[in-house]
């Protein structure tokens, strides 16, 4: 017994180093652009493309942030372009929160005539892929002039199906008997959902804030479709064209990437958990 | 009498429902139906962004047009090339290293967040710092130097079409694994204990309870992670347009977004554009079609 059971251990201290040195071999191909972008915003040029790459910065150096909020012709649109983006995404956010818990409801908590057609409806505009109806939705705005403006920016992702699933998925779990007991003490619909679902579904709306703010701030072919003017260029836009600049070096470059993913990475590590939690969703599976 | 009045009652109810899901589907019907329709109607016709004349109706000129067009064909084949690869390496990783993590004791947590930490860029970035990592003196080059022990030589990672395809590849793969590893971790999970104790009980070692019992229970996962995956390399645009706009040739990676985008806003072809679009539309419902009607099917019971 004890050198079967001996063996079978050494085993699986072997196995166990192996997996350990594969996902570690892994996790260095996966973080290394990362290290190196932080590491090479600290750097002049001429060191980022010295053979090898020293990894370690020799001191702060600062002029790359300087360079990237300046921008190549210094006109410091950094900060307008991040205000840009921050305004859209932040607006989607709230407005596919709202409309989508709203709507979530709805075909969770009623059963109204139609109710499983809208929902099928809702559902196969998912099959829907942006860039399919993006031509058509580009020359509209341009009847109606919403190029190089936050509504034209705005407008097309005021909610989404995926939303929608997330939260009635949600709130179909949520007890009944609360709202019933609403009902009771004569609350108006709407101030049960306002007052007792959205407080009561935290997690679910952090979730769908989470993966709606990322989508946005990585938005690239909408702005680049119905946006012309520098002052209306959002972060990805801007990122584009200073990179894009030959005056633009290495070193810069990677400071303004970084600079424009301090939102999302403060994020990672304050939520972090609603990240895994929306990555998940999908692989719930019922019953 | 008092059932009368609760069941008006439930109906007044009811009819709040309706108003609520109502914003949705007027936003729906604006940005995806209309927009969808109006793609289909002009993609009959001959209309240009900067003419001044009424598009004609042409019939299925555009889609003849296209269907001989070697320069569609490129793209058809470009994005195929390119979902072909990057999915089949996000499914064949993600179950293998999901397998990994699961069994891990210490820092489980730790390497699926590691893995996903990558998605928190956005793709803009993400092509930024690849191409810096695929210039001739960059990391790339390096580390292939290193390994294969060639100090010096410059791999060409653009030049080569075959080297460039993989590029973009290489780039979706690192920003999207950790997103689908999450996805089979809690697939996995989903797996009762209880199943894992009965196999070891009938002396299964590990390989073969993965290989007999978590695989084939993963079954729905593996579909779902398949076609989200193939999904989301369909659509990819942002890597190929930003390698392109920094100096890769732009032939063999000109997908057929980026085609799309080319054809409608920058050569003002909207017809054209819209007929590629139904195209990619069309695609993309049979795909999804598939998922729906496969994970349906693929429930499983314990």
């Known amino acids: 017994m004890a050198p079967a059971f001996l063996k079978e251990k050494a085993i699986h201290g072997a196995v166990g180093v192996l997996t350990y040195l594969i ?79 709203l709507t979530g409801y709805s075909l969770s908590k009623f059963s109204f005539r139609g109710r499983d057609l809208v929902f099928m409806i809702i559902m196969a505009t998912m099959m829907i892929p942006f860039e399919a109806i993006m031509i058509p939705l580009q020359v509209v705005s341009t009847q ?76 690239l072919m909408w702005p680049l479709l119905v946006v012309q003017s520098e002052r209306m260029k959002t972060l990805t836009l801007y990122i584009m064209k200073f990179t894009g600049d030959i005056n633009s070096d290495e070193g810069s470059q990677m400071a303004v990437s970084l600079l424009a993913s301090i939102p999302m990475v403060l994020m990672f590590f304050s939520l972090s958990k609603y990240f895994i939690s929306g990555s998940a969703v999908f692989s719930a599976r019922k019953g | 009498m008092p059932r009368t009045v609760r069941s008006t009652l439930k109906k007044k109810q009811d009819r709040w429902g309706l108003v609520f899901a109502a914003p949705s589907l007027f936003f729906f019907a604006v940005f995806s139906f209309y927009p969808m329709f109006s793609a289909f109607f002009t993609s009959f016709t001959n209309k240009q962004a900067l003419s001044l004349a009424r598009p004609k109706f042409i019939g299925l000129e555009n889609y003849s047009y296209l269907l001989q067009s070697p320069d569609f064909w490129n793209s058809m084949r470009a994005t195929a090339v390119f979902t072909l690869g990057t999915f089949s390496a996000l499914v064949v990783f993600s179950l293998l290293l999901s397998a990994l993590v699961s069994e891990l004791r210490v820092g489980k947590k730790l390497f699926q967040l590691a893995y996903y930490s990558p998605a928190v860029l956005s793709s803009v970035v993400a092509a930024t710092i690849w191409l810096l990592i695929f210039d001739p003196r960059g990391l790339a080059n390096q580390a292939m130097n290193a390994v294969m022990n060639t100090p010096g030589v410059d791999h060409y990672w653009f030049v080569n079409p075959y080297k460039e395809q993989f590029s973009t590849m290489l780039v979706y793969f690192w920003k999207h694994i950790g997103y689908f590893v999450i996805i089979c971790i809690s697939g996995m999970a989903s797996v009762p204990p209880s199943v894992y104790e009965a196999v070891r009980m009938d002396g299964c070692n590990r390989w073969q309870s993965y290989w007999h019992i978590t695989f084939p229970l993963l079954r729905p996962t593996v579909v779902l992670v398949s076609i989200m995956s193939m999904i989301l390399c369909l659509r990819t645009f942002s890597v190929q347009y930003l390698f392109t706009l ?57």
């Open chain 2, 246 to 302: 920094g100096g890769a040739p732009e032939r063999a990676i000109n997908v057929i977004t980026m085609n799309i985008y080319f054809t409608g806003i920058r050569f003002f072809r909207t017809g054209r554009a819209s007929a590629m679009s139904i195209i990619l539309l069309i695609i993309m419902v049979v795909l999804t079609w598939l998922q729906f009607r496969v994970t349906r099917s693929e429930e499983v019971n314990y």
């Open chain 1, 144 to 219: 109606l002039k919403l190029t190089n403006t936050y509504a034209g920016l705005i407008l097309p992702f005021l909610v989404d199906a995926f939303g929608i699933f997330l939260m009635r998925q949600y709130f179909i779990t949520f007890p009944d008997e609360f709202i019933d007991a609403a009902r009771v003490d004569g609350m108006t619909e709407f101030s049960i959902y306002r007052k007792i679902l959205l407080p009561n579904s935290g997690p679910a709306i952090a979730t769908l804030a989470i993966l709606t703010f990322r989508n946005q701030w990585d938005n």
């Open chain 1, 23 to 101: 996902l570690s071999a892994l996790l260095v191909f996966i973080l290394a652009p990362m290290v190196f972008m932080l590491t090479a915003s600290f750097m002049p040029a001429r060191d980022i493309i010295s053979m090898p790459y020293p990894w370690v910065p020799k001191g702060w150096y600062g002029h790359n942030f300087v360079k990237a909020i300046a921008g190549n012709d210094r006109t410091y649109l950094f900060f307008r372009s991040f205000w840009n983006s921050m305004v859209v995404a932040v607006a989607i956010t709230i407005s596919t929160i709202m409309i989508a818990s």
